[in-house]
């Protein structure tokens, strides 16, 4: 299933320069980053409980929010494009 996350979190303070660093980083784990703090995901439910699991071990519920919105598995047809693309379509064949 294809997940969108995106989130914001609040770096007024030290602690939050690190955390944001953190949310991103395990957001790099499972996706790719098609914005600033917007990741799409193609992800199994089992690895969807990892990353929740994860990021909640990391923001600060009172400063931070992270949102999840499933795109199911027919994305492709519900995402429009205009302007750059950025990153790439995680279905195709990667040659590196």
């Known amino acids: 299933m294809m997940m969108l996350i995106t989130y914001d979190v609040d770096f007024s303070n030290e602690n939050g320069e690190k955390r944001l660093r953190?949310?991103?980083?395990?957001?790099?784990?499972?996706?790719?980053?098609?914005?600033?703090?917007?990741?799409?995901?193609?992800?199994?439910?089992?690895?969807?409980?990892?990353?929740?699991?994860?990021?909640?071990?990391?923001?600060?519920?009172?400063?931070?929010?992270?949102?999840?919105?499933?795109?199911?598995?027919?994305?492709?047809?519900?995402v429009e494009i205009l302007g750059q693309q950025k990153g790439f379509n995680q279905t195709d064949t990667l040659i590196l």
Do not use: H, T
């Open 22 to 78: 953190k949310v991103a980083r395990l957001c790099e784990k499972y996706g790719v980053r098609v914005q600033n703090s917007v990741f799409e995901m193609l992800i199994d439910p089992a690895q969807l409980i990892e990353i929740k699991k994860s990021l909640e071990r990391v923001i600060d519920k009172s400063k931070d929010s992270v949102r999840f919105y499933n795109l199911g598995k027919k994305w492709e047809g519900r």
